[in-house]
T-cell receptor, first 112, second 112 residues
Framework: KQEVTQIPAALSVPEGENLVLNCSFT??????LQWFRQDPGKGLTSLLL?????REQTSGRLNASLDKSSGRSTLYIAASQPGDSATYLC???????????FGKGNQVVVIP | NAGVTQTPKFQVLKTGQSMTLQCAQD?????MYWYRQDPGMGLRLIYY???????DKGEVPNGYNVSRLNKREFSLRLESAAPSQTSVYFC???????????FGQGTRLTVV
């Protein structure tokens, strides 16, 4: 079974600090990996998509890195803001199927 | 731009009742998915449809059936609801494996 682990499960940081969210996956034969954001009571919104041939992807204050050989991806959020409070989920997809496998998420609270 | 629309948003069922959750996307995507989200379990794939006319089982298909009615619509049916099916259900779609996934806002289902 392709397992996805996200550490830490929850964290609180003061506004302005940088956030580092970790995702590890057991099967290194990934096709690509997406990071999503989920606000309470809402659906998921895709933040970044990293192809397996890429090492990182950036969008504004967000940067995601991918290391296939070690089975890890990291999401960096620079200069965090209260509006960044949400749950962040990573989801690799694998060769041979068209599915996304989800971790349980990193629940983030940014304290003003 | 509606994206992925799910109906209903909330539903309470009695054990043994049946119902169909509706999902429609207006982005002309090929692939569509049904997930359930439970506290502490993360998102788990129930069924998916890689293209119009095809459906496949995910991790937790027991107790559910699906229909890919056309390219836009993918419905999930509970024939005889059980309390273990109390969950939040999400529908998602993707154009192909190289593009981001879009999620609906979810259906909160309670089975009593």
């Amino acid at each position: 079974k392709q397992e996805v682990t996200q550490i830490p499960a929850a964290l609180s940081v003061p506004e302005g600090e940088n956030l580092v969210l970790n995702c590890s996956f057991t099967d290194s034969a990934i096709y690509n990996l997406q990071w999503f954001r989920q606000d309470p009571g809402k659906g998921l919104t895709s933040l970044l998509l990293i192809q397996s041939s890429q090492r990182e992807q950036t969008s504004g204050r967000l940067n995601a890195s991918l290391d296939k050989s070690s089975g890890r991806s990291t999401l960096y959020i620079a200069a965090s803001q209260p509006g960044d409070s949400a749950t962040y989920l990573c989801a690799p997809s694998y060769y041979g199927n068209n599915r996304l496998a989800f971790g349980k998420g990193n629940q983030v609270v940014v304290i003003p | 731009n509606a994206g992925v629309t799910q109906t209903p948003k909330f539903q309470v069922l009695k054990t043994g009742q049946s119902m169909t959750l509706q999902c429609a996307q207006d982005m002309n995507h090929n692939s569509m998915y049904w997930y359930r989200q439970d506290p502490g379990m993360g998102l788990r794939l129930i069924y998916y449809s890689a293209s119009e006319g095809t459906t496949d089982k995910g991790e937790v298909p027991n107790g559910y059936n699906v229909s890919r009615l056309n390219k836009r619509e993918f419905s999930l049916r509970l024939e005889s609801a059980a309390p273990s099916q109390t969950s939040v259900y999400f529908c998602a779609s993707m154009e192909d494996r190289d593009t981001e996934a879009f999620f609906g806002q979810g259906t909160r289902l309670t089975v009593v």
